[in-house]
């Protein structure tokens, strides 16, 4: 893996946030608890590890342990400007902004490429886009 992955520390939502996203983008999850990992440092079914397999988007998430700060998102956002056909990208807006807050709308930009920021229900912010003729 040659790329970053985000890795997104949560308030107790990890394996909540993680289900979500695998079903938003057609995936599964694989999620491993502090007992399995022999932690002490949380609760024993919080998960020490988690992450999205087989699907178009990489993402690791935890529970925030104990004396861990958990997500708070400032100055960031994670972008999926063209990672995927234009009707599925913009499925993928709507999900993402249920129970969640649009930021900015999906819509035409004047450069003619469409875009649109949402920041989830847990926190996360995402730009979304594509270019090409299909309005949102």
Same mark, same amino acid.
């Given at each position: 893996?040659s ?18 996203y ?6 599964? @999850? ?5 007992? %399995? ?9 919080? @998960? ?39 009707s ?13 807050? @649009?930021?900015?709308?999906? %819509? @035409? ?7 649109? %920021? ?17 309005a949102?």
């Amino acid at each position: 893996m040659s790329e970053p992955t985000p890795y997104i520390h949560l308030p107790g939502t990890a394996r909540e946030a993680l289900t979500f996203y695998a079903d938003v983008f057609g995936c599964s @999850v694989r999620l491993f608890t502090y007992a %399995q990992f022999g932690r002490t440092d949380g609760p024993a079914d919080a @998960v020490a590890h988690g992450d999205l397999v087989g699907g178009p988007v990489v993402l690791f998430a935890a529970d925030s342990a104990n004396d861990e700060a958990s997500l708070h998102c400032e100055g960031i956002m994670l972008a999926l400007l063209g990672t995927a056909p234009p009707s599925v990208l913009s499925a993928w807006f709507a999900r993402l902004a249920e129970g969640g807050r @649009v930021i900015d709308n999906l %819509q @035409v930009r004047p450069w003619g490429a469409s875009d649109g %920021q949402v920041i989830d229900r847990f926190g996360v912010r995402w730009l979304i886009g594509f270019e090409g003729d299909s309005a949102p």
